[in-house]
């Protein structure tokens, strides 16, 4: 079976500080991995995706992901977080039962102005 | 397209009062799925749907729990009695099998006192 694993459960960063966070999932088959955001008080959105080709995902808001096969790994990145940014984050894997996406715990993201 | 729409938005009731939720996925997608998101138990998946098929209610928490999709536009989920530790939001969020990609509604808010 599938499973994802998200590193951090919380980060706090200052404004114009660089983001990443840390994703793996265990799965020896092909798969789809999602990144999805929710801010406070609301549902959960998709950041960005990657099925296949270039492993450097670019997503909305500036966020950008990379994946590395052989780390089964699929790190999220922004190079300058906003306040806007404060929410949480969920990396997701749909490998092993399609159309089942497995979620990460989440990593609660805080930016301080 | 208005995206996957749930109602009630919030609900406040006693226990051992029936509850029941609703979701109109996005027209067209063939899964349909539902979450219950805590505080202590992150983001849990409960049931999916396949072209109105229940495919894996593993995560149904016991049997107070209940699901149907009686056609390609409507889901409910039921919970019948409801107990204080029902409280929770619950999302529902429909995917195209090609794409896998999850679209989320904005969830319902459940309080039970």
């Known amino acids: 079976a599938q499973s994802v694993s998200q590193h951090n459960h919380h980060v706090i960063l200052s404004e114009a500080a660089s983001l990443e966070l840390g994703c793996n999932y265990s799965?020896?088959?092909?798969?789809?991995l999602f990144w999805y955001v929710q801010y406070p008080g609301q549902h959960l959105q998709l950041l960005l995706k990657?099925?296949?080709?270039?492993?450097l995902v670019k997503g909305i808001k500036g966020f950008e992901a990379e994946f590395i096969k052989s780390k089964f790994s699929f790190n999220l990145r922004k190079p300058s977080v906003q306040w806007s940014d404060t929410a949480e984050y969920f990396c997701?894997?749909?490998?092993?039962?399609?159309?089942?996406?497995?979620f990460g715990a989440g990593t609660q993201v805080v930016v301080t102005p | 397209d208005a995206g996957v729409i749930q109602s009630p938005r919030h609900e406040v009731t006693e226990m051992g009062q029936e509850v029941t939720l609703r979701c109109k996925p996005i027209?067209?997608?063939?899964?349909l799925f539902w979450y219950r998101q805590t505080m202590m138990r992150g983001l849990e998946l409960l049931i999916y749907?396949?072209?109105?098929?229940?495919?894996?209610d593993s995560g149904m928490p016991e049997d107070r729990f209940s699901a149907k999709m009686p056609n390609a536009s409507f889901s409910t989920l039921k919970i019948q009695p409801s107990e204080p530790r029902d409280s929770a939001v619950y999302f529902c969020?429909?995917?195209?099998?090609?794409?896998?990609?999850?679209?989320f509604g904005e969830g319902s808010r459940l309080t039970v006192l």
């Open positions: 969020a429909s995917s195209l099998a090609a794409t896998g990609e999850l679209f």
């Open positions: 990657y099925f296949s080709g270039d492993p």
């Open positions: 749907f396949n072209n109105n098929v229940p495919i894996d």
């Open positions: 799965y020896g088959g092909t798969v789809n």
């Open positions: 027209s067209g997608h063939d899964y």
């Open positions: 997701a894997v749909n490998g092993d039962s399609w159309g089942k996406l497995q």
